[in-house]
Structures are given as structure tokens and as C-alpha cells.
């Protein structure tokens, strides 16, 4: 009767430790999979005029470099941070944080564009 019983509880005890491990390898395979891309989005005003510019910077490959330049050709002349924002999230990237381009002039300082910093999860 003990040995059943020491029989039924190594048992169990192996099977929850190999499912445990087992667990552990999906998910280190999932994390393997998941990368985070990130863009640099500068949008400033262009002078005497209400449409922006836009500077997308997605990284320094060659395949990025390009995309980038794509981008931004595409957002320039959008007339609100808006519409770049919500065209960025709508090809899947998600904001991140927000900088004030500000300069100095003759003392005067003012905003001069913001950044946003966009984040995008793929899965290769």
C-alpha cells in the first residue's frame, strides 16, 4: 500500500515538473519570436504655411532607411499631428512618448514640432 501510494506521488510530482518545464520553453519560444520595432516621428510646421513636415526614422538598415523616407513623403503636407499620429497607429504602431521641439530666438522661445515615439510588436 505505501509503495502505491510513494508510486502516485512521484508520479504526479514528475508529471507537474515536466509540464512546468514545459511551459516555460513555449513561452521563452514566444519571447524568441516577439520583436519591438520602434519610429522616431518628427513633425514640425513648415513656414507661412498650415501643412506639416514629417521626418519618419525607423532605423539605420538599408530596408529601414527606405521605409522611412516612404513615410515621411507620405505624412508631409498632412495638416494636423492627428492625422500622423492616427496613420502610424493604423499601421499597427502604438505611441510611446511625446517631445516638444521648442527653439530660442532673440530670446523668445516657442514650439517648433513634436516628436513621437512609436513602438510596433511583430512576431517573426
Do not use: R, W
Amino acid at each position: 500500500m505505501k509503495k502505491t501510494i510513494c508510486f502516485k506521488l512521484l508520479f504526479f510530482t514528475l508529471l507537474a515538473c515536466n509540464s512546468n518545464l514545459y511551459s516555460q520553453t513555449q513561452e521563452t519560444e514566444k519571447m524568441k519570436e516577439m520583436n519591438d520595432t520602434y519610429a522616431y516621428v518628427s513633425v514640425s510646421g513648415k513656414i507661412f504655411s498650415k501643412k506639416l513636415k514629417v521626418q519618419v526614422d525607423l532605423g539605420d538598415t538599408d530596408e529601414q532607411i527606405v521605409k522611412g523616407k516612404d513615410l515621411s513623403e507620405l505624412l508631409t503636407d498632412k495638416k494636423s499631428y492627428a492625422s500622423v499620429l492616427n496613420f502610424m497607429v493604423s499601421e499597427g504602431f502604438e505611441l510611446t512618448d511625446t517631445l516638444i521641439l521648442s527653439e530660442t530666438t532673440n530670446g523668445n522661445g516657442g514650439t517648433n514640432g513634436i516628436v513621437f515615439i512609436l513602438k510596433k510588436k511583430t512576431v517573426e
